[in-house]
Nanobody
Framework: QVQLVEFGGGSVQAGGSLTLSCAAS????????MAWFRQAPGKEREGVAG???????SYADSVKGRFTISKDNAKNTLYLQMNSLKPEDTGMYYC????????????????????WGQGTQVTVSS
């Protein structure tokens, strides 16, 4: 059973920065494609950024150049550095993974989203 726990969310003003972390059980980070998703009130959940086991990354157009996804296999932790935050970045942020899946997702390989964290709230005020 894979467990994912996100933390690091909070409230910031537009233009500010936050770093989200996702702690995973076992060696999930090293053997899984990982991704961050977000969901704003009244909107569908959307993919924000992903990283596969090779270290290749992919970003939604709305966050390119502002967000950076990374991981530390030794610490079994996934990160999302968010800079130049905008009010439209507000939402609940989730990390997701599934080491048993091998699908393709925005050019990344070995991806699947069978496991989700509980989410961490990010609020950006103007």
């Amino acid at each position: 059973q894979v467990q994912l726990v996100e933390f690091g969310g909070g409230s910031v003003q537009a233009g500010g920065s936050l770093t989200l972390s996702c702690a995973a059980s076992g060696n999930t980070i090293a053997r899984s494609c990982m991704a961050w998703f977000r969901q704003a009130p009244g909107k569908e959940r959307e993919g924000v950024a992903g990283i596969d086991t090779y270290g290749s990354t992919s970003y939604a157009d709305s966050v390119k150049g502002r967000f950076t996804i990374s991981k530390d296999n030794a610490k079994n932790t996934l990160y999302l550095q968010m800079n130049s935050l905008k009010p439209e970045d507000t939402g609940m942020y989730y990390c997701a993974a599934d080491p048993t899946k091998g699908g393709s997702w925005f050019g990344l390989v070995g991806c699947g989203w069978g496991y989700w964290g509980q989410g961490t709230q990010v609020t950006v005020s103007s």
